[in-house]
């Protein structure tokens, strides 16, 4: 049984950092790969940002591109993402996904999602 496990979010003002967190178990390989997407009400869900566990590989879209991180603690099978110079733009709930196979930015891509965790950007 996969499961995702998020943490962190909260408030912060216009230019600040937040680093949410992202614990997978239940994988039996390293073949797998875990998307970063967002949520804002009556919008869809947004993919943003992922990493293939295998190879390190990211990808991250223009708009987060340069402000947004992704890291790995193996030894926790967890992933990090560093939110720097945020915008209230990027005020939204954030999703983790995983699922076997490579990096993707898109919803239909994963079968598992962690809890979410609401980011606030004002002032």
């Known amino acids: 049984q996969v499961q995702l496990v998020q943490s962190g979010g909260g408030l912060v003002q216009p230019g600040g950092s937040l680093r949410l967190s992202c614990a997978a178990s239940?994988?039996?390989?390293?073949?797998?790969?875990i998307g970063w997407f967002r949520q804002v009400p009556e919008k869809a869900r947004e993919g943003f940002s992922c990493?293939?566990?295998?190879?390190?590989?990211?990808m991250y879209e223009d708009f987060v591109k340069g402000r947004f991180t992704l890291s790995r603690d193996d030894a926790k099978n967890t992933v990090y993402l560093q939110m720097n110079s945020l915008k209230p733009e990027d005020t939204a709930n954030y999703y983790c996904?995983?699922?076997?196979?490579?990096?993707?930015?898109?919803?239909?891509?994963?079968?598992?999602w962690g809890q979410g965790t609401l980011v606030t950007v004002s002032a």
């Open positions: 239940g994988f039996t390989t390293d073949f797998y790969s």
């Open positions: 990493i293939s566990v295998s190879d390190n590989k990211t």
């Open positions: 996904a995983a699922d076997t196979g490579r990096c993707s930015v898109l919803a239909s891509t994963y079968r598992y």
